[in-house]
Structures are given as C-alpha cells and as structure tokens.
C-alpha cells in the first residue's frame, strides 16, 4: 500500500484553495489579467478619438491659415482628453439596455452582450434564472457561486439543495418557482459584489422582476432585501415581516425578506426562523389563490 506523502497532503490542500477561489480550470500556460485587457480596450478607444480630434483640429487650423483666408468660426471639433468612463455611464447603459427588453428572452441577450461589468470577464456562465418565469413566487440571491457559475444555473450548489427542502416542505418545487440572483455574474473567489458592481446589475434584476411579474417576491440575504427594498437595514430586522418592491412601471410586489440558504448552512440554528418566513410565503400564496 502506498500512503501519501506530506508533499502529496500540500499540492492537495492548494489545489483545494485555488478551486475555493475560483481557479479551477487551466486555459493557457501563463495567467490572464481580465482587467487590464478590460482597460486596454478602454484606453485604447479613447486615444483612437483623441488622434481623430487632434486630427481634424490641425486640418481645420491649417485651412484657416492660408493666406487672404480669414478665421470665421472657432475650429468644429476640438482636441479632447482622455476621459475615463465612470461607474454612472454603465449603470445608465444598464438601465437603457433593460428598459428595452420586452421579455425574459429579450433581456437574457441584452446581458449577455453587456459588457459595462467587469464581473462578466472573469466569470463562465451568465447566471440568468432557473424554474418557471410564469410562477406566482420568485426567489432572488445575491450573487453565483462556483457551482452555479459551472452550470450556469442559479442555487445548484449545497445551498441550492438546501433551498430545495424548504420549498418541499411547503409544497413547491423547481418548476413551480422562479430563482434569480441581483448579480448574473460570479464574483471572482465568491468575494462580496462591491457596491459599484451591484448598481450597475440593478436594473436588470428589477426588470427582470418586473417582465416576470410575481405575485410574491422572496428576498434571500441580507444584500438582496437592501437592493430590492431600498433599505439599510440588516436581515435579521427585516425578516419575517412583509415589505413591498415597487417596479419601474410602479407596480407594487409583496416581498418577503428571508435568510440566505448559504447563511442556514453555517447557522443551523437559524433554519427555524427561515421555516417561520416560508410559512408566511405559503400562506399568502393561498389567500391570493383563494381571492
């Protein structure tokens, strides 16, 4: 029998690290910085239009300076300087490119063609939703994790199987649901979405809620109840009471706030208050049903 050597335990706990924080698949020899590619494409553009402005500058200066040619107007386009493009002009595109989808399938290409979240160049798979887009209740996460980011599916994962019990034990399944996150894309290492990255996603969950138009929207975690609900309070105050999401169109959705699958997972102890938040989906469900 051959046992393993203590080199053999080390290569195997790196390899371990390197899955847990997203390195998990070897595509070239030498590492790639997605983030610097990201900012050469941007540097790049914006030297492109500084040497046409600088251009067409000098061909207008060099007109108004033949001779008996007197100056009439100030040259048309102006030299520029390179302008970084900020954080707002992503989340405008965002919304414009939301507010032009008329349905899920719509709004599914126009994320994938987004490029305004540098989410999207480290991750694998565009996360958009799982169950049934027609369902009555919809579940929204914050972000992927590594499973989901594999399978391109949203809560796949042990928290996913989780989640499934609980809506088990109140009569519901995959297909009668309908899941999301207010992230598509995975952080890299499952670290948190910053602050920026969540805004710039905003307006894609918040009309991907709206086209899908739940009679019940359940928030799970803490990140997702503060973007949906316009809130800075904590989870475990927000929980278990009903809140109302309100759309773009202005069409209010009972929400209501629960703990992350993920969060039950390393607090057990805190499934009974989950348990107590699911029955109150359950009921409210019936007393639409029965209306």
Request: aromatic residues 6%; glycine residues 6%; contains cysteine.
């Amino acid at each position: 029998m051959i046992f393993p050597t203590e080199k053999d335990v080390g290569l195997r706990e790196l390899l371990a690290f390197y899955a847990e924080a997203g390195v998990d698949e070897a595509l070239t020899d030498e590492p790639i910085d997605r983030f610097a590619a990201f900012e050469a494409r941007t540097s790049a553009a914006s030297e492109a239009r500084v040497a046409e402005h600088t251009r067409v500058g000098q061909a207008n200066t060099a007109r108004d300076q033949k001779p008996g040619r007197q100056r009439a107007e100030a040259p048309s386009v102006a030299p520029a300087a390179p302008v970084a493009v900020p954080d707002e002009a992503q989340v405008a595109l965002a919304r414009q490119q939301a507010a032009a989808s008329a349905t899920l399938d719509e709004l599914r290409e126009h994320m994938a063609a987004f490029e305004g979240c540098n989410l999207k160049f480290t991750a694998k798979s565009l996360v958009f939703a799982d169950g049934n887009p027609h369902a009555d209740i919809m579940l929204v996460g914050e972000a992927p994790g590594r499973d989901e980011d594999m399978e391109g599916l949203p809560f796949v994962g042990r928290s996913g199987q989780l989640l499934d019990r609980i809506l088990a034990a109140i009569g519901l399944d995959r297909q009668s649901v309908y899941i999301a996150n207010v992230i598509p894309w995975r952080p890299p290492g499952n670290r948190t979405p910053t602050p920026q990255e969540t805004e710039i996603c905003r307006p894609f969950i918040e009309r991907q809620i709206e086209l899908a138009n739940p009679k019940v929207l359940v928030t799970l975690g803490g990140p997702s109840a503060k973007t949906l609900l316009n809130t800075t309070e904590g989870v475990m105050r927000l929980r278990g009471n009903w809140k109302t999401h309100v759309t773009a169109s202005g069409l209010s959705i009972p929400a209501m706030p629960t703990l992350h699958p993920a969060y039950l997972l390393r607090n057990p102890a805190h499934k009974k208050f989950a348990w107590r938040d699911f029955l109150e989906v359950k009921a409210r469900l019936r007393s639409l049903a029965d209306s």
